[in-house]
């Protein structure tokens, strides 16, 4: 993951800086379910790498309030991508952070407990309609959740059977993912 950031980084600062400030790009959007869980509003700019826009970087940062099955909090999600592809259709491959601050109740003194952090790392991969003017933008991904180690915790804010559970009939992961409708400009 290091060594993707570095060569992403690069690639950017390399760029004319001319060019860099008339190509930037932004989408806003809003995504159903995805890493928050079920849904999350976003932001993300992007830069095309290259003059025909074959090659396209990207930063997104993203906000939602959640009440999970018994706690409630919010969460953010952080993702870099790099997207390939041609005529406003692109794959796209990246890597994302969560970070999940919630409360529990606390069923013998009343109220809430102290908030606790949570925090998961993820490789993603998907397609988008990454328009070149101002106009709606598409994106629908994949990623998967191993139920052994830390991002097994995270199958509790998707509802679905406990990691140990799973484990036990066999599977290692499970697949999630997340569409995306905003707009571009």
Known sequence: MKFFLKVLLCCIC?????????????NVYGEALGFAGYYSVNYERFQPLTKNRMLLAGLNAGFCIEKYSYSRGFAIPI???????????YGEFGGDYLFIREKTPDYFHGGWREPTTSKFKFLHFGVRYQPEKCRVFFRGYLFSVKTLGRNGLLLHYY????????????????WWGGIDIGYSF
């Open 79 to 89: 993702g870099l991508k790099v997207c390939i592809g041609w005529k406003g259709i």
């Open 14 to 26: 390399l760029h004319d800086e001319a060019y860099a400030q008339k190509s930037l790009r932004n």
């Open 159 to 174: 509802n679905k059977p406990a990691a140990y559970e799973l484990r036990e009939q066999g599977k290692t992961r499970v």
